[in-house]
């Protein structure tokens, strides 16, 4: 018998199901390639499961076959945003091994660039997650600000990016001149787009409210998986290598590090851009108290000599004059008309090229020349292992290294910041929503090239 | 605690699991026997004496040819061969590899509080790669160890995921071994270039 | 098909190389450092909106030209391989940086020694990473490539160099 229908008969409890949400390896996100296959109720992420290596480029194989200073241009492609750090990491690593100590000079060159390098590392990853959010005039204003400290890169190293900068045993070249004054015209215009960024983010209430409680962990949690770095400071604990573990000349310079308490993605924003201010301060610091490289001329006429008159007073026996003098070179060879300022690298004959000056000069700069560049030959250091660690953009970055006493390393191992963050990923993802994983992977910071190496 | 105190208490601790240590360059290092890495490992992070609760590095070193590679010298095809032969001299030298194992694994660990740092290190033979795993006790275990499984194939027990990280599943051998050729390439798809 | 089409195809193939050239929606396919300068090349230091080719689409249907930036792993080969393959015709395929014209100097168990052995290339752009201005000149002979296309798709070559017309 039909019955007049006034309601629909309540429906029952709704099946569902989960869904698999498989975001890269090839997705929109700026960092890198990974692939996070998401379990999905809802919106709600109930499962996560992060696989790497999709950029794995034997960085340790390849250290294996090559010298220890050409292993430098493959740490320049490990966190490949802040190159310098790397480099100077690296570099600091072999000397530790050696046993030799670097000119005051070169420590502060250094400490310089691995902080510009630091501000261009955070500018590129904050102005990313300010990009996925949507909010696309951040990341511009923050890559035109990169592109300044890029410019002050390539007048100092030559190369935008891949700088390969450093050299075991000092850096490659020194400052040029009228460095200071660059550098400071392009912090004063970093800070006018921070300040920018500042205003158009902080209290947006769009980007608080997609920050601000998403991708949290807890201290214990994030030591538990070895986290450091801005990641880590964002919780609460105050852990960076410069402070509790100096190198170079950090203990001599004032500084603040910035420590979050609520360990979500907006603290991480908050810390990140601190950090970045006080980076720009320790430059200033380093630029004021540079020391001065003094030049090395003939004791005699107080002058730089020209290479050929090199070669003659050596011919009339005047060996005292050379020893210590520098030749100024044609200006078509590297080293040109400038002056020479030795205080860029350690004095040590078996580790550190000679000025070019040097090598076209004299019979033992040539043969110092020759026994460091000749295959088989090279810097060979005395058989050891060393752990080295810096505070990279991300953490700390350490190079383990071992030596057998040949002219190639034997194993070098590079402790990469951000693969510790990725393999808590999966726990900190568990709990939000599927929008929320975009801020929170943009706030790890993932660098493939240190990720995968 | 700096190194040489560093090393002295943790050989009165252990004395059973300690095989050798020594202080190369100011890093307290200290050879443990393979059995006893679980016990001194979880001491080692409660003991408020280390107190180390940072699991920094994890990884492995492969012995094979420890000094016995030789490259050649000049250029690369001169036929001269020069045997690996340190040329700065050390005051303190360092006492070399730690048996005739092929594999050691090495651990970096880290204090917060107390600010110090030691290594570990775990001579494996080829034969019987195995180690056990550091997973209940550091969560970034977990993934170092599969990466040294990866590249170096020693195994650990009671890891809870055991498999590739870095390369493909269908990757064949152990790239960072020294017997594994630098080149040699095992495409998915396209060409054996 | 020969190349001496009518004066009205020839107009029509010119009409809608221009189009094409101009309206470049690029997949950037970023994997590693070469991902920085294009980023750099991409924003407003400089812009290559200025080409027309200022809207990247990250999704392969929706995109023409492929801009493989950065080293391909092996691992990462077939994901390359299914996302060429899901582009629609007309397309085109720019290797951005030495890892991917030739393997780069990771000659190595992990990475591939140039994608052009496992899908068509038309630039090569060298440079580890190359200058935002290098990516500018590869853009400007894609450019001129896509201008000399054929309607049937035929590439004639050579490809006439590419000439700065304001």
């Given at each position: 018998m039909d019955q007049p229908q006034t309601q629909k008969a309540t429906p029952g409890p709704i099946e569902t199901r989960e869904m698999l949400l498989n975001v890269g390896p090839a997705h929109p996100a700026m960092h890198g390639i990974i692939r996070i296959v998401t379990k999905l109720d809802g919106e709600q992420v109930v499962d996560a499961d992060v696989e790497i290596g999709y950029l794995h480029r034997g960085f340790e194989k390849m250290s294996e076959t090559v010298d220890y200073n050409g292993v430098m241009p493959y740490t320049d492609r490990l966190n490949y945003v802040s190159p310098l750090i790397n480099n100077m990491g690296y570099c600091m690593a072999v000397e530790k091994l050696l046993g030799v100590a670097v000119p005051e000079r070169c420590h502060y060159i250094r400490v310089i660039l691995s902080e510009i390098s630091r501000i261009a590392d955070h500018l590129t990853c904050v102005g990313a997650s300010a990009m996925e959010l949507g909010a696309f005039t951040v990341f511009l204003y923050m890559i035109k600000a990169r592109e300044f400290l890029w410019e002050l890169v390539e007048m100092v190293?030559?190369?935008?990016?891949?700088?390969?900068?450093?050299?075991?045993?000092?850096?490659?070249?020194?400052?040029?001149?009228?460095?200071?004054?660059?550098?400071?015209?392009?912090?004063?215009?970093?800070?006018?787009?921070?300040?920018?960024?500042?205003?158009?983010?902080?209290?947006?209430?769009?980007?608080?409210?997609?920050?601000?409680?998403?991708?949290?962990?807890?201290?214990?949690?994030?030591?538990?998986?070895?986290?450091?770095?801005?990641?880590?400071?964002?919780?609460?604990?105050?852990?960076?290598?410069?402070?509790?573990?100096?190198?170079?000349?950090?203990?001599?310079?004032?500084?603040?590090?910035?420590?979050?308490?609520?360990?979500?993605?907006?603290?991480?924003?908050?810390?990140?851009?601190?950090?970045?201010?006080?980076?720009?301060?320790?430059?200033?610091?380093?630029?004021?108290?540079?020391?001065?490289?003094?030049?090395?001329?003939?004791?005699?006429?107080?002058?730089?000599?020209?290479?050929?008159?090199?070669?003659?007073?050596?011919?009339?026996?005047?060996?005292?004059?050379?020893?210590?003098?520098?030749?100024?070179?044609?200006?078509?060879?590297?080293?040109?008309?400038?002056?020479?300022?030795?205080?860029?690298?350690?004095?040590?004959?078996?580790?550190?090229?000679?000025?070019?000056?040097?090598?076209?000069?004299?019979?033992?700069?040539?043969?110092?020349?020759?026994?460091?560049?000749?295959?088989?030959?090279?810097?060979?250091?005395?058989?050891?292992?060393?752990?080295?660690?810096?505070?990279?953009?991300?953490?700390?970055?350490?190079?383990?290294?071992?030596?057998?006493?040949?002219?190639?390393?034997?194993?070098?191992?590079?402790?990469?910041?951000?693969?510790?963050?990725?393999?808590?990923?999966?726990?900190?993802?568990?709990?939000?929503?599927?929008?929320?994983v975009i801020p929170t992977f943009g706030s790890v910071n993932m660098i493939g090239g240190e990720l995968d190496r | 605690m700096n190194a040489p105190a560093m090393i002295q208490a943790v050989s009165e601790r252990f004395p059973a699991a300690v095989k050798t240590s020594h202080m190369y360059r100011g890093d307290a290092t200290v050879v443990l026997r393979r059995e006893s890495l679980l016990g001194v490992a979880r001491v080692l992070k409660e003991d408020p004496a280390f107190e180390m609760n940072f699991l920094m590095d994890l990884t492995a070193v492969d012995y094979s040819c420890f000094g016995k590679k030789s490259s050649p010298a000049f250029f690369s095809s001169s036929g001269v061969m020069v045997s690996p032969s340190p040329v700065i001299p050390d005051a303190d030298p360092w006492p070399g590899p730690t048996g005739p194992e092929r594999f050691v694994v090495v651990y970096h660990l880290y204090s917060l509080p107390l600010k110090h740092r030691l290594r570990l290190e775990v001579p494996v033979e080829e034969a019987d790669a195995e180690v056990d795993s550091l997973t209940s006790i550091w969560g970034g275990a977990n993934w170092l160890e599969r990466e040294v499984w990866d590249m170096f194939g020693i195994r650990f027990r009671a890891h809870p995921n055991l498999i590739r990280i870095l390369m493909y599943e269908e990757f064949a051998g152990h790239p960072l071994r020294k017997d594994y050729p630098v080149n040699k390439r095992q495409p998915l798809i396209g060409p054996v270039n | 098909m020969s190349d001496e089409a009518g004066f009205l195809t020839s107009r029509l193939e010119e009409a809608i190389g221009w189009a094409r050239k101009y309206s470049i929606f690029q997949y950037p396919f970023v994997t590693a450092c070469c991902g920085m300068e294009y980023m750099a090349t991409a924003c407003s230091h400089y812009d290559v909106d200025r080409f027309g080719a200022g809207l990247p689409r990250f999704s392969p249907r929706q995109a023409d030209v492929l801009f493989v930036v950065g080293t391909i792993s092996h691992k990462m080969l077939p994901v390359l391989k299914r996302i060429y393959d899901q582009m629609a015709d007309p397309k085109w395929v720019v290797s951005f940086g030495v890892c991917t014209c030739t393997g780069g100097f990771y000659d190595n168990y992990a990475t591939v020694m140039g994608i052009d052995t496992v899908i068509p290339v038309d630039v090569y752009i060298p440079g580890c990473p190359p200058r935002p201005e290098y990516v500018l000149d590869g853009l400007l002979k894609l450019q001129a490539k896509i201008q000399a296309q054929h309607l049937s798709g035929h590439r004639s070559a050579p490809e006439p160099r590419p000439e700065f017309r304001p």
């Open positions: 190293t030559g190369a935008r990016l891949t700088v390969s900068y450093g050299r075991v045993g000092g850096v490659k070249g020194d400052l040029p001149e009228g460095f200071a004054e660059r550098c400071r015209n392009a912090l004063r215009e970093t800070r006018r787009v921070l300040a920018e960024s500042d205003a158009l983010l902080t209290r947006n209430r769009i980007f608080v409210d997609r920050m601000s409680g998403t991708g949290r962990i807890t201290p214990e949690n994030a030591i538990s998986y070895g986290i450091t770095g801005p990641f880590l400071r964002s919780t609460g604990v105050a852990y960076d290598v410069r402070k509790d573990c100096p190198y170079a000349v950090y203990d001599q310079l004032q500084f603040d590090v910035p420590v979050g308490t609520r360990g979500d993605n907006y603290d991480r924003y908050l810390v990140r851009m601190e950090e970045m201010e006080q980076s720009m301060g320790i430059i200033e610091q380093g630029l004021r108290d540079l020391p001065p490289g003094p030049v090395a001329v003939n004791p005699e006429t107080g002058q730089p000599i020209p290479a050929a008159e090199m070669v003659d007073q050596g011919k009339a026996g005047n060996i005292a004059a050379i020893a210590d003098a520098c030749a100024t070179t044609d200006p078509t060879l590297e080293g040109s008309a400038k002056p020479r300022q030795p205080n860029i690298a350690v004095g040590e004959k078996r580790v550190f090229l000679p000025s070019k000056e040097d090598t076209y000069g004299n019979i033992e700069g040539l043969m110092q020349h020759f026994k460091l560049v000749m295959y088989g030959h090279g810097i060979r250091p005395p058989k050891g292992e060393v752990y080295f660690p810096v505070e990279g953009a991300n953490g700390e970055l350490g190079f383990y290294i071992v030596s057998d006493g040949g002219s190639k390393p034997y194993r070098v191992r590079v402790r990469p910041p951000c693969f510790f963050i990725m393999s808590a990923l999966h726990k900190i993802l568990v709990g939000e929503m599927a929008a929320d | - | -």
